[in-house]
C-alpha cells in the first residue's frame, strides 16, 4: 500500500494545493443532490455553468 509521503513532500516543496477544485466539485455535487427529480438535463447544467 503507498502510504504518500512524497505526494505530501511535494506538495510543501512547490506550494500548490487542489483545494480549489476540490471545492468546485464538492459544488457540483450539492447541486447535481438538489437536482434530483429535474425533468430536464439542462437545467442541472445551466445551474452549475
Not at 516543496?13 to 468546485?24: H, P, R
Not at 429535474?38 to 445551474?47: E, M, S, V, W
Request: proline share 0%; hydrophobic share 35%.
Amino acid at each position: 500500500m503507498k502510504n504518500g509521503q512524497t505526494e505530501i513532500l511535494n506538495r510543501f516543496a512547490c506550494g500548490y494545493s487542489n483545494g480549489f477544485l476540490e471545492g468546485i466539485n464538492n459544488k457540483m455535487k450539492v447541486m447535481k443532490r438538489n437536482a434530483y427529480g429535474y425533468k430536464r438535463l439542462d437545467r442541472l447544467r445551466a445551474k452549475i455553468l
